[in-house]
């Protein structure tokens, strides 16, 4: 980031925080802001932000923000990331605090909110390889498990969630809306033909589950949106596509191959089974779960991430966001492909 834009953009953030927090343009300084790596769907930065509240003494707050691309501005999104964030921490879930957030494109040139830094590591190849991580590895699916059944018990009738958040028109089961969603997008966005995606699109129908209790879905919880370190969990990430569906969604999601990073013998992440997974879940409060419909969702899950491919490849052909991450992840698009062909071979 050249160093007159650094600049003018923690002034900008300068101000907007110190007119949050009520005080003089003098008290709050942004210093060290950078750019971080990852974030395929939205963009990350750090910085560090003291705050002089007049006698109480200089506090200083490790920031990450959290932002849209230019060009990829989703009206609402980050005001809703920012609510979820404050509904996970009141139930219980690990989440980053958050302190700030504005739909404003004059404050950072697009909307964004500010988070604490969360000390840890976010690397599935690493959890899953270094010894240090031992422990964290023996207990990561009874985590995730009790976790998720954290997330499906807040309310989605909240204010602040309830208006927000999409969710299946009254009649239609979330698997129906999903499947809907899923072939809209890969139709219209897909620029060669996908014969495999076609096939799955008619046999999942065929295999919808019936219509559940729905619940707040996190949409893409997985082992790659959760921040760890040598004791356990300490955060869960990317809430961008949460939504009111079946909470089974977030089982099969979770159980998908790629998330596996090589380990296919432990079906959750390469850390655990599908039946310690179920175990945990329900267990702490969790729905009962359908052998099947978490079968359906796993394969629905696979077809979800065939068309995450094909739009983040989209993107970077229509310069919406060019960067070498999406234009790699375009080349992907056959692995959930050869997946699905599995899953459906293995049905039968």
């Known amino acids: 980031m050249p160093k007159a834009d650094r600049g003018r953009l923690q002034q900008s953030l300068a101000g907007f925080i110190a007119e949050k927090e009520g005080l003089g343009p003098d008290s709050v300084r942004v ?3 950078s750019r971080l790596a990852g974030g395929a769907s939205r963009l990350l930065s750090s910085c560090a932000v003291e705050i002089d509240r007049a006698g109480a003494g200089i506090e200083r707050l490790e920031i990450v923000l959290r932002q849209d691309p230019p060009g990829r501005v989703s009206p609402g999104g980050m005001e809703l990331e920012f609510s979820l964030l404050e509904s996970a921490a ?3 879930v690990p989440v980053p605090r958050v302190h700030w957030c504005s739909g404003d494109e004059a404050v950072l040139g697009s909307p964004f909110y500010a988070m604490d830094r969360v000390v ?3 690397i599935p190849r690493r959890l899953l390889r270094d010894e240090a991580y031992a422990a964290t590895r ?3 699916t009874q985590q995730l498990g009790s976790i998720l059944a954290r997330i499906h018990s807040i309310d989605t009738g909240e204010p602040a969630l309830r208006f927000g958040l ?5 009649g239609v089961s979330p698997a129906a809306a999903e499947l809907e969603r899923l072939g809209q997008g890969y139709r219209a966005l897909a620029v060669e033909p996908h014969p495999v995606l076609d096939l799955a699109d008619r ?3 065929e295999r919808s589950p019936p219509a559940p209790q729905t619940t707040l879905v996190h949409g893409d919880y997985r082992v790659g949106n959760v921040m760890f370190d040598e004791t356990g969990i300490q955060a869960i990430l990317d809430w961008e596509l949460a939504h009111v569906g079946d909470p089974i969604e977030d089982l099969g999601w979770l159980c998908v191959r790629a998330w596996r990073f090589g380990n296919d013998s432990l079906a959750v992440g390469g850390v655990g ?3 310690e997974l179920v175990e945990a879940y329900e267990s702490a409060g969790g729905a009962q779960v359908d052998p099947q419909a978490l079968r359906f969702w796993e394969a629905c899950g696979n077809y979800k991430l065939a068309l995450v491919f094909i739009t983040q490849a989209r993107a ?3 310069g919406a966001h060019p960067t070498v991450e999406l234009a790699s992840l375009g080349r992907r698009i056959a692995e959930p492909e050869a997946e699905l062909l599995r899953l459906m071979e293995e049905a039968g």
């Open 90 to 92: 009141r139930s219980g």
């Open 166 to 170: 999409a969710a299946p028109e009254p």
């Open 316 to 318: 970077y052909l229509d």
């Open 273 to 275: 089974t599908r039946e």
């Open 138 to 140: 023996a207990n990561m």
């Open 31 to 33: 210093k060290e802001l």
């Open 120 to 122: 840890g590591e976010a």
């Open 203 to 205: 046999w999942l129908r």
